[in-house]
């Protein structure tokens, strides 16, 4: 077939991957899956050494999946009216 074809030309890395816009959303992904695997599965046991039940402490183990439930969509909101403002679509 041509596309197995020792006389076919290599495909070159696509140049997206190099650009810097594709490698801050890699960074930002990783950054964003990185914390939410410690609020997940590190936290909890933290603050349950420090002395903090489940049955008491769900407020405090809440929280701050709470905030960042509201800190994501506040930074979503800032982000886009920092689009609006620079350039008009």
Do not use: M, Q
């Not at 939410?36 to 402490?57: C, E, F, Q, R």
């Amino acid at each position: 077939s041509p596309r197995c074809s020792a006389s076919a030309p290599r495909c070159a890395r696509p140049s997206f991957l190099a650009h810097p816009a594709f490698l801050a959303v890699c960074a930002a992904h990783f950054a964003n899956n990185w914390g939410a695997y410690l609020l997940l599965s590190w936290l909890p046991k933290y603050l349950t050494s420090l002395g903090a039940t489940l049955a008491d402490g769900s407020t405090l183990f809440s929280t701050p999946y709470a905030v960042a439930i509201v800190a994501d969509n506040v930074g979503g909101w800032v982000a886009d009216e920092g689009l609006l403002s620079r350039c008009r679509l």
